[in-house]
């Protein structure tokens, strides 16, 4: 916006300037803010002799900067830790990370609230009330790691002994990656087929969108510090994509450290930070995603606008793509299904093609539908159709730190025979042809013991009756389960439900290597090493591992004999290879070379070796599965109409969930800085609200700042409401990371959780949760 | 004399609050809690705060990081009974916790609203930290290590870090800047000179626009906007 320091100033009294309003009166404005505390539950909390106390020391006498890697997201940012008289007292980015050119985002500087959370966990903990479900409690009695592990070790062993290893359920949130290669490496020696991700709740959908297209099954890389135009459906770049904090890092060089200013369009149904830092906000029907980009491609191809180079070089099925988007997609008939109109369309479809390299960036927002699929296949196409595929500004192919190779994990009979046994998730069925691991279907299999019943589930870091939708299901599978093993470094709503919680080490006090999710193009690893040593009785995730392997012998012990003993010479032995040992404990960080651009004769993995704009991967997959069917659309990128959980007359508004930058994704939000700064939007913090536009609000008489209830076909919830003028008036969205009832001085009985309310639904490939397709309706409390 | 002040890009600004939070881990800046947020007794030096215009669909919400303006007339001065906020030569804002009798004055003269009242007592133990002093080989002794009950407080433009890089003979603005320049992912805050026309400050205030909040009431403030 144009302005000049005279025409900027304002008075106190100026009345529409965009200035007039300061700090103070803007909070006294937002007053209500803090008070929204739902109904909640007392649910008694561990003794206070079994949280861990912090230690206490006076004046400086050392001070050590250690590097490690930050955790409270998936980007798993290189950072340094300042430790002080061996207390950590701040968190800095490392300046030899690429990835986010040595910035991290806020949550990085939390880590020092979650290392020295007040609820830590301080020994393991046994369960002595045999009933479970919310509300009960528990009855914890500490018992010591030995006899834990001794515990814990003899199901597992008794399970494997009666040849029933696929029983056996494995659970994990977000881990350090050296863990999740331990957790998927004890899955493999014990004999279960079931590991199931908490992360294929979240990005299952843009994955298979882009396979479709262009036969790789990851999520997608933006080249975005050079591009010069971006596309943005349904992603929060600026708030939860990620790499989120290369996210940020990049905003601003694309913004203003370069000569030319990148351009960015949001199309979204909520007015998003993302949408608010833009150039334009475009507000969209809820789920009609697939349909404007059919039409964005419409224009471009009526117009001559593509890259008929790249088209004609390294694509197929353009042909057939060209006809149903000519024939079907005219921007007169998508303004009507998108509400966006089409002067507009027309308008942004020239700017994307005319202003290369541009990117059309799918995300969340698109991809958690029944059409996910679909939605995130259409959108990943107009890269291709203006030549953004592995070209500088466009779609890359991230490639991944070499680790040295692991020996095979020695294998017995008991161990082939149960990974042979079906998945408990369904994946790679008919159920969901393309799925990696579907998440959110394992409560129902263990519901109706279908396709067998389990014995024993571990959760590592996991805490899934809190972030799936359907969370109910959750309460309920956890409660039937025979015997259930949580570890985490706290108290969550799902280790209420443990027979045995092992208090594991938060990321600050832990071995381990990691790299960030897709978006640099390069490769780039970083280390973890405790910056402190483990508070009071916790044990690395990757150590609690290696120990119950050994106490399970035979081949479980044997495939985790020779790869390092423990937690650090895992680390070590596998990372050695990259750059020495001493080296790697300094730098924190290594740099993989630079990125190569333009490497089509390697990165098309479908039947043609070429982009795909008809999916040959989807028509061989669904006649492997028996689901071949003779319409070509099936297997074009297009638009299909959502079917919504709820009827439109008694449910006339769409649930939308979203996830604020300050969310810290380990499953918990006991951490006072987070929970203060939680919702920027609006000013506030230690709470969420029911966010509605302000039409929909005066026609359901509902003032801001008033208690309602917003009630699905599944489930009611009493939250504040915030009225706006962000958001389309067909929609009602609600932040997530609120909500926890089990435990927490910091968190418990603040806000509400949306996935209490929402109902269950996948998309019907990749077994993605459809966490947007819920109506709701909204009334006074 | 250096005259401090600090300039903000609202336009590579992605309203992360990593200025924030920084901001807090620096000063011993105590965390709220519900209670304080419902009372607006929780203490901010450095706040991302959001105005709103016009209606959907064509509302929009500016996110706007806000520290201390250092006004150059700042009122909070001119109001202090004690002298116990006064201007230093470098034209920084400062609040002497001794001096201080706790008379609010202050927090009512200031138009912008980030001054706060500590309310805490020092005995909670969470914000007595003698131990955690920031990084004392380059920054030297910490200011803050203990709150002090009933007086006013607010952002110091991290002076403790100027002053210590001025003694060891380091760039204030390259090497050397306030904790949320340090912390912001985007690298949309700059620190340096006003006064000096070779500072980036200077350099960037003079070409591009630039605007500074509630211009009208006479107080010159010491931090620049440069909008989208
Ligand atoms: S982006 Fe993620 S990993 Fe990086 S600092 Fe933020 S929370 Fe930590
Ligand atoms: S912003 Fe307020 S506290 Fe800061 S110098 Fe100006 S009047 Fe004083
Ligand atoms: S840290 Fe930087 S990008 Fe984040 S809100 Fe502050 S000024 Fe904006």
């Given at each position: ?47 206070a ?51 986010s ?47 834990a ?9 008794a ?23 331990m ?91 993302t949408?608010?830092?833009?150039d ?8 009609s ?57 027309r ?31 259409a ?15 466009g779609?890359?192919?991230?490639e ?26 369904f ?24 396709p ?12 899934f ?33 443990a ?25 780039e ?20 591992i ?50 190569q ?8 993995k ?64 006991n ?37 309602v ?15 706006t ?13 609120q909500?926890?009832?089990a ?39 | ?34 209670q ?31 520290p ?30 001794r ?21 805490k ?25 203990q709150?002090?009950?009933?007086v ?77």
């Amino acid at each position: 916006m144009p302005a000049h320091k005279s025409d900027m100033s304002s008075s106190k009294k100026g009345k529409g300037d965009r200035f007039s309003i300061n700090r103070r009166t803007f909070l006294k404005a937002s007053a209500f803010t803090g008070a929204a505390v739902a109904a909640s539950r007392i649910i008694k909390y561990p003794e206070a002799s079994l949280v861990s106390s912090q230690p206490s020391t006076e004046g400086v006498i050392t001070e050590r900067w250690i590097t490690t890697s930050c955790l409270n997201c998936s980007t798993r940012c290189a950072t340094q830790v300042r430790v002080v008289n061996g207390k950590a007292v701040k968190i800095v980015g490392n300046p030899l990370s690429q990835v986010s050119e040595g910035e991290i985002c806020p949550r990085g500087h939390i880590g020092l609230q979650v290392l020295y959370d007040p609820n830590r966990l301080s020994v393991p903990l046994k369960r002595t009330n045999p009933a479970k479900g919310r509300g009960v409690a528990p009855d914890w009695v500490p018992i010591s790691w030995s006899q834990a592990l001794g515990e814990v070790s003899a199901r597992l062993k008794a399970l494997r002994d009666e040849a029933q290893p696929h029983q056996l359920l494995l659970l994990h949130g977000l881990n350090t990656s050296s863990d999740e290669d331990m957790i998927y490496r004890f899955a493999a020696a014990y004999g279960t087929p079931n590991v199931v991700s908490g992360d294929t709740l979240e990005n299952e959908a843009a994955k298979s969108g882009r396979w479709l297209a262009d036969g790789n099954s990851s999520h997608i890389a933006y080249d975005f510090g050079q591009t010069n135009y971006i596309l943005v459906f349904g992603a929060d770049i600026l708030e939860y994509e990620k790499p989120l904090a290369r996210n940020l890092r990049m905003w601003g060089k694309i913004r203003r450290e370069r000569p030319n200013r990148a351009k960015v369009v949001v199309i979204d149904r909520r007015y998003s930070v993302t949408a608010a830092k833009s150039d334009r906000w475009l507000p969209v029907n809820p789920g009609s995603d697939a349909a404007l980009a059919m039409a964005l491609a419409n224009v471009i191809i009526s117009e001559g606008l593509y890259d008929t180079d790249f088209i004609s070089g390294w694509t197929t099925g353009f042909d057939e793509y060209k006809e149903l988007a000519l024939s079907y997609y005219s921007p007169q008939r998508v303004a009507a299904i998108t509400g966006i109109e089409t002067d507009t369309i027309r308008q942004i479809a020239r700017e994307f093609a005319r202003s290369r390299p541009a990117i059309a960036w799918a995300g969340r927002g698109v991809a958690a539908w029944p059409n996910g699929t679909y939605n995130s296949y259409a959108i990943f196409c107009l890269n291709a159709l203006v030549g953004s595929i592995d070209t500088p500004g466009g779609v890359i192919y991230q490639e991944n730190p070499g680790y040295r190779d692991l020996p095979e994990p020695a294998e017995d009979d008991i161990a082939r025979a149960g990974k042979d046994k079906p998945r408990l998730d369904f994946g790679k069925t008919s159920l969901f042809p393309a799925a990696a691991a579907v998440a959110n279907q394992v409560a129902d299999s263990i519901l109706n013991d279908d396709p067998y019943p389990l014995a024993v589930a571990i959760g590592f870091n996991s805490n899934f009756n809190m972030s799936a939708p359907g969370a109910w299901r959750w309460d309920a599978a956890l409660k039937k389960l025979p015997y259930y093993v949580h570890l985490a470094p706290f108290i969550s709503e799902m280790a209420e439900y443990a027979d045995i919680i092992l208090p594991s080490s938060t990321f600050l006090e832990e071995w381990g290597y990691d790299h960030s999710p897709p978006g640099s193009g390069f490769a780039e690893a970083k280390i973890k090493q405790p910056v402190v040593a483990p508070l009071d009785d916790s044990k690395g995730v990757a150590d609690t591992i290696f120990e119950i392997a050994s106490r399970l012998g035979g081949t479980v012990a044997s495939s985790f004999a020779a790869i390092g003993g423990d937690a650090q010479g895992f680390v070590r032995y596998r990372t050695e290879t990259l750059m020495p040992w001493s080296d790697f404990r300094e730098k924190g960080v290594w740099l993989g070379p630079a990125y190569q651009y333009h490497k089509y004769d390697r990165i098309f993995k479908t039947p043609s070796r070429k982009f795909e704009f008809y999916s040959g991967n989807l028509e061989n997959l669904l006649k492997r599965t028996g689901q071949g069917v003779a319409s070509r659309l099936v297997y074009l990128p297009h638009y299909e109409e959502v079917k919504f959980l709820g009827d439109e007359l008694s449910y006339p508004l769409v649930l939308s969930t979203y996830q604020p930058l300050l969310n810290i994704e380990n499953g918990n939000q006991n951490y006072p800085w987070a929970q203060e700064f939680f919702l920027v939007m609006h000013g506030s913090g230690w709470t969420n609200f029911v966010e509605m536009n302000s039409q929909t609000a005066r026609s359901l008489g509902i003032r801001d700042g008033e208690m309602v209830w917003v009630e699905s076909l599944f489930n009611r919830i009493k939250v504040r409401a915030r009225v706006t003028e962000g958001i389309h008036p067909q929609v009602v969205a609600i932040a997530v990371g609120q909500g926890h009832y089990a435990a927490g001085r910091w968190q418990q009985a603040i806000g509400v959780n949306p996935n209490e309310i929402i109902g269950v639904d996948y998309d019907r490939f990749s077994g993605q949760s459809s966490f947007f397709n819920t109506r709701v309706k909204v009334y006074r409390a | 004399m250096a005259r401090w002040g600090m300039v903000i890009d609202l336009d590579k600004c992605t309203a992360c609050q990593a200025c924030s939070v920084a901001c807090k881990a620096e000063n011993n800046v105590p965390h709220g809690s519900p209670q304080e947020h419902t009372r607006r007794t929780a203490l901010f030096w450095h706040k991302v705060i959001a105005v709103s215009r016009g209606e959907y669909p064509s509302a929009s919400i500016d996110l706007i990081p806000m520290p201390c303006m250092h006004c150059d007339k700042a009122p909070c001065v001119t109001v202090c009974p004690v002298k116990a906020t006064y201007r230093r030569d470098d034209g920084i804002i400062i609040q002497d916790f001794r001096r201080c009798i706790g008379c609010k004055y202050c927090m009512i003269a200031c138009p912008y609203g980030v001054r706060n009242f500590n309310y805490k007592e020092q005995e909670e133990q969470e914000y007595h930290r003698p131990d955690l002093p920031p990084d004392r080989a380059s920054r030297g002794p910490w200011p803050f290590p203990q709150r002090v009950h009933g007086v006013v407080e607010k952002c110091t433009f991290c002076f403790h870090r100027i002053d210590q890089g001025i003694r060891e003979g380091k760039k204030i603005g390259v090497e050397v800047v306030p904790a949320c320049a340090e912390a912001c992912p985007a690298r949309a805050i700059y620190f340096g000179d006003l006064d000096d026309p070779d500072s980036q400050v200077s350099q960037l205030l003079a070409s591009r626009e630039w605007l500074r909040l509630r211009e009208g009431m006479g107080t010159s403030p010491k931090v620049f906007y440069l909008p989208r």
